[in-house]
């Protein structure tokens, strides 16, 4: 097997916030290196965080919007076989929200947008087209290598 030289696996989470066949999906501000510009809300777990409390902080920090329940969708083993990064991210349904939706990382994140399930946009990230994918299918597991 293969090790990453100096690199280590990361622990991130993605929130699908669903609302009737609609998903919120985030456009990124433009960055050179990355062409994907759609996103769900999510990020990385911190140290002795759950990834339940991670997706719980992450929503809120993001989209201001609190998380009243979530479930488990599945995992993305996602490895980019040049040695670059090897992420594993655990993905949660959220269906029962509060709040006001707002841009909270301007930085990050052009607007909120809500579309249609089953037609997702162009530059669609790649985490957020394989949890769909485990949502639509019932497969708690995808492998991106």
């Known amino acids: 097997m293969n090790k990453q030289k100096g690199g280590q696996v990361r622990v991130g989470v993605g929130i699908m916030i669903k609302k009737g066949n609609s998903v919120l999906l985030g456009h990124r501000k433009a960055r050179k290196e990355k062409t994907e510009s759609w996103t769900f809300p999510g990020g990385a777990v911190d140290y002795g965080e759950t990834c339940h409390d991670a997706a719980v902080r992450e929503m809120y920090e993001e989209t201001g919007l609190k998380v009243?329940?979530?479930?488990?969708i599945g995992l993305i083993d996602d490895f980019d076989g040049a040695g670059h990064e090897h992420w594993i991210t655990v993905n949660f349904?959220?269906?029962?929200?509060?709040?006001?939706?707002?841009?909270?990382?301007?930085h990050k994140i052009e607007g909120w947008h809500w579309r249609d399930l089953d037609e997702m946009?162009?530059?669609?990230?790649?985490p957020c087209k394989g949890?769909?994918?485990?949502?639509k299918s019932n497969e708690m597991y995808e492998r991106k290598v």
């Open 131 to 135: 949890t769909i994918k485990c949502f």
């Open 93 to 106: 349904l959220c269906e029962d929200f509060s709040g006001e939706l707002e841009v909270k990382e301007p």
């Open 68 to 72: 009243n329940s979530l479930s488990f």
């Open 121 to 126: 946009p162009d530059g669609l990230w790649g």
